[in-house]
Every structure is written in structure tokens, then in C-alpha cells.
């Protein structure tokens, strides 16, 4: 199946005493670029969710917000300095009675003292938290990933009416082509009889200047080539991976053998479809730009 490259993905779960948001979003690009929006608490988690977007994205433009709120459970336990602190009232005590300050310390103060809390991080809770964010960021991932399929079938679709537009038209460029040349001769016939009013006509000289002027017009290398493409280009989107940058480059050749016929073409038919399908073959370029 394909996958678009636009898409977004959203998930909330409350997990052992958090609430956790994720969101993931994402516009084309030709490369896998991200942007993952962390708080700093968090941010030793950045390597594993690249790790983990790399595994199951290939291209785009990717920006992933996480946000997580403690609601009953703290990150990390914290405990009181006490040498330090009792060391610093010490002194602080000594030059107030030296220099004949009054007053006292308040819990207020306390926090004034530098080092007179520790914050110890507890590896089990860090662990849990991990597997708790990723657990959500894994669940915005599967919606992120649905919405892209859901839109490539949308993509596809489009892609494979158009195709069938320059089947069609290529199928009345194959009519035509032999048509031209008949109308030649035709005409080449009319005129020599013309200039030459009744005198023997050369048929095989006729015969010889229609025959190069048909070879000069003839675009059936170019049609079973375009036939070619069309199938291939199906095949393609019936296919699995990554498939963006190759109908990129397929599209450029139809485009290629199109300009082609148009150059060849002394049938004004001919002419009007080739604008017809190039028309369809740049529609379907700016469409394959969305396809990852």
C-alpha cells in the first residue's frame, strides 16, 4: 500500500500518576528531517524516539510533541543536606551574634542555602516512565500511519484515473500517426500532379518520399515506451515500500516521450493531445510529490 506523506497522529493516556500527550505531524519532504519537542526532563529519551520514527517512517518532514504533566507521582525523591545545612546556620548564627544582627532562620531561608537539597533520580522510576511515554508515542504513531494510508488510497486513486487519460489518448495517437502519413502521400500525389499537368507521374519516387516522410512521424517506439511506463507505474502502486522517488523518475520519462510524439507530430490531432497529456502527466508529477 502507499502512504502519503501528510499526516497526524494524536494519543492522552493516564499512566501510573502521569498524563501523557503525544503528537506527531508531518509535510513532504524528499528526506526524513525531525523536530521532537521534549521537556528538559525528558530529553535522554530523543535518541530512542528517532531510533523508533527512523524504523517505521522513511520520508518527510516530522515534528513530535510530548508533553507530560505529574499528577500524583514525583520524578524523583527529594531529601535535605543536613551537614550542609546545619553547617550554615552554624555560621550564619556565629556572625549574626558577632556583628549584632537579630533574627533567626525560616523555612523560607532554607531554600536560599545552596546544596541544601538533593534530588535523586530512582533508575527504576526512570525506567517506567520510558516505557510509559512510549507507550503512548507508539499508539500517536499507528494513527499517524493510518491517516497516511487512508490518503494514499485517496493519491493512488487520482494518479491511476489520470494514467488511464494518457492510455487513452495515447491509444488515438497510435491511430492518428498512420493516418498522417496516408494523408501525405495524398497530398504529395495531388501536388506532383498538379506541377506536372498530366505528364507521367514517378510513383515509386511517390512511393520513396512518402515512406521517409512516415518514418520521419513515426512514433511507435514512443507509444510502446508510454504503454510501458503506464503499466510499470501500476505495478508500482499496487506494490509495497517506498515508492515516491521512483515514479518521480518514471514520470519524468512519460513526460520525456510525450515531448517526444509532440516534436514529431505534423498532425494538428496529434499536437492537441500531446498539450492534453502533458497537462495529465504534470498533474500526476504534483501528486507523487505527496507519496512516500
Known amino acids: 500500500m502507499i502512504k502519503s506523506m501528510t499526516g497526524y497522529g494524536r494519543a492522552r493516556a493516564v499512566i501510573n500518576g502521569r498524563e501523557i500527550i503525544a503528537e506527531l505531524r508531518s509535510v513532504n519532504h524528499k528526506f526524513f528531517e525531525l523536530n521532537i519537542k521534549l521537556g528538559r526532563a525528558y530529553g535522554f529519551l530523543?535518541?530512542?524516539?528517532?531510533?523508533?520514527?527512523?524504523?517505521?517512517?522513511?520520508?518527510?518532514?516530522?515534528?513530535?510533541?510530548?508533553?507530560?504533566?505529574?499528577?500524583?507521582?514525583?520524578?524523583?525523591?527529594?531529601?535535605?543536606?543536613?551537614?550542609?545545612?546545619?553547617?550554615?546556620?552554624?555560621?550564619?548564627?556565629?556572625?549574626?551574634?558577632?556583628?549584632?544582627?537579630?533574627?533567626?532562620?525560616?523555612?523560607?531561608?532554607?531554600?536560599?542555602?545552596?546544596?541544601?537539597?538533593?534530588?535523586?533520580?530512582?533508575?527504576?522510576?526512570?525506567?517506567?516512565?520510558?516505557?510509559?511515554?512510549?507507550?503512548?508515542?507508539?499508539e500517536a504513531v499507528d494513527k499517524f500511519i493510518e491517516m497516511r494510508v487512508t490518503e494514499g488510497e485517496s493519491l493512488k486513486a487520482d494518479v491511476l484515473e489520470k494514467a488511464a487519460n494518457i492510455e487513452r489518448m495515447t491509444k488515438l495517437v497510435e491511430q492518428y500517426s498512420p493516418e498522417s502519413a496516408a494523408a501525405y502521400r495524398t497530398r504529395l500525389y495531388d501536388k506532383i500532379k498538379e506541377v506536372l499537368e498530366g505528364k507521367d507521374i514517378d510513383e515509386q519516387r511517390i512511393l520513396t518520399e512518402a515512406a521517409i516522410f512516415a518514418e520521419k512521424i513515426a512514433v511507435d517506439e514512443e507509444t510502446v515506451r508510454l504503454h510501458s511506463h503506464i503499466s510499470q507505474l501500476r505495478r508500482m502502486l499496487d506494490g509495497d515500500g517506498e515508492i515516491g522517488r521512483k515514479l518521480d523518475f518514471l514520470v519524468q520519462e512519460m513526460n520525456r516521450e510525450t515531448n517526444t510524439i509532440g516534436s514529431k507530430s505534423a498532425d494538428i490531432r496529434i499536437t492537441e493531445l500531446v498539450v492534453d497529456m502533458k497537462s495529465e502527466i504534470e498533474k500526476i508529477r504534483e501528486q507523487i510529490q505527496n507519496i512516500e
Open 46 to 138: 530523543e535518541p530512542e524516539l528517532k531510533a523508533l520514527l527512523k524504523q517505521k517512517i522513511s520520508r518527510g518532514k516530522l515534528e513530535l510533541s510530548l508533553t507530560v504533566y505529574n499528577l500524583d507521582t514525583p520524578d524523583a525523591e527529594v531529601t535535605v543536606n543536613k551537614s550542609a545545612v546545619n553547617s550554615y546556620i552554624f555560621a550564619a548564627r556565629e556572625a549574626a551574634q558577632e556583628l549584632g544582627i537579630g533574627g533567626d532562620f525560616s523555612i523560607t531561608d532554607l531554600f536560599r542555602i545552596p546544596d541544601a537539597f538533593t534530588v535523586i533520580k530512582s533508575e527504576s522510576g526512570e525506567q517506567q516512565v520510558k516505557d510509559d511515554i512510549f507507550a503512548v508515542v507508539n
